[in-house]
């Protein structure tokens, strides 16, 4: 079985497939990690805004991955551009919701020092809100990551490339081998991912959390 | 970019006319006062009263609706606040100390953003350790959360003084602690408190305390200064009913005279008994656990001594013994009249003495703990 999976693995350049997978991955991540930052802190500095575009982020997020992939077509074309755009699309509320809620809920008495020692806005942003926040952000990352991964292998079905490709191969010349090691491949990489950010999660929170 | 010392030394805080509403209710209500370089004035009232609104009004977080507050001279609305309040220490209950930076970065903060270089900052935090009886070195890498109330109530202190303030605002620094350790801190503050030799402006709702650590005492009552004076003037001279009850005016005829040495002093348990052969180090350490300021040494080549935290402290890296370091005490035996004994610890100028019940320490006399339990 082995031999057959080495086989599959070499004729369908699973390796290959793989960075192209991690590279979509680490983009669109990245991206979503920067805009959702942004949008996080602009909420939070316009707080009036904050309820009314959380609300369309979540009109985002309750699209069906797949329409969404497909109506993104028309508009950036095929393959790895939809694919990045609608995972920063659905990364970018749970990053922008936790830091959001992380910066606006610093408790108030750290404020409250923070103004009395003399901190300038920006100060406290940048040396109270943002590293207390943290914790919270990196459970936003965490969310993102998981959508993230499934989106990616997803956009294998409009020629993104990725491990959805062979994926799409296996099911549509039926090889059932090569689902099942795409498929079991991209789950362990899912974990492996969601593993490491639980541990930057859990030691941000140690090191950042309020107790 | 380094703010402006804006004063050297305070002359004089001028609060005039000051008001402040919240809706419908009036939170400060056309409040006149003088605070005068060098003391500390307390400011005692109710909840409500508006004693912290009045506080924080001296460092504009929160600005009056009308009337000025001015130091040495100058309406503070004519400066900038992060200026004014980097000129300005501030300590509060809650304490607020940053929970994800360490001792020396909660400390050095301001001289951080004031551009501050590294080892001067260390430096810096180092003194301000040892001011408020913290080894730097156990102490400077710590995190918040590693210390206990009275240490974190300490580094809080630390912090305001960081940039060498010349005036002071404390709401309550003590309040969250537990008894033993608010007298604790209250005496070693009132101790630090003539070196600072700086104003300080102290909101409190005690009046033990309020009598242990002022020098003049504003009584505030719905938004209104009711009377401001000495300690002895409020006790002397009550403006109302209020005030009197307040400091408890009736119970300053208790007669002194029929007291003795044991009605008046603290009882000691055993954790402040130490043994004369102990290394100081581990000395000073039980002492900080237990928030100690002073214990008894027994089994000295000169009989039974005194240690007290200062000494501990300066001496923790000697190679010397608690017996080495201990001073030989005032004694009073349990019989003694309370006036005799008060008139001896002024003559020798001792704040304190020990009581030995023939051979054994049965307790610790303290002149200002006397007094407090008179008036």
Redesign the interface.
Known sequence: MLSEILTLWARYDLTARTIEHLTMFAVALTFAFIIGILVGVLLYRHEKYAGPVLNVLNVVETFPDLALLVLLIPLVGIGAAPTIVACVLYSILPIARNAYTGLSHVSR??I?????????GN?ILL??RI??SLPLIAGGVRIAIVFTMGIVTLGGLIGAGGLGAPLQTGIFINIPMLIVTAGIWVGILAVVLDGLAGIAETWLAG????? | MPSPRLFERIDRVELKNLIKRYGDSIAVDDLTLDVTGGELLILIGGSGSGKTTTLRMINRLIEPEAGTVSINGTDIRTVDPVALRRNIGYVIQQIGLFPHMTVRDNIGLIPRLEGWDDAAITTRVEVLLELVDLPPEMFIDRYPRQLSGGQQQRIGLARALAMDPPLLLMDEPFGALDPILRKQLQEEFSKIKEDLGRTIVFVTHDIDEAFRLGDRIAIMHDARIIQVGKPEELILDPASDLVSKLVDADRKFRHIDNLTVRDLMRPVTRRYFFEGGMPIGPALLAMMEDDLGLVIVTDTASGTGILNRRDAFTHRNDPVTVGDVARRPLVFAPGDSATEALRVLKRKKSPFALVMDRETPAGLFFSDEVLMRLI
Do not use: H, K, M, S
């Not at chain 1, 409250?112 to 300038?120: M, S």
């Not at chain 1, 090191?207 to 107790?211: A, V, Y």
């Open positions: 008495e750290q409250d020092v923070a103004e009395a020692l003399g901190l300038t100060e040396y109270i590293p207390l090191r950042f959390g309020e107790w």
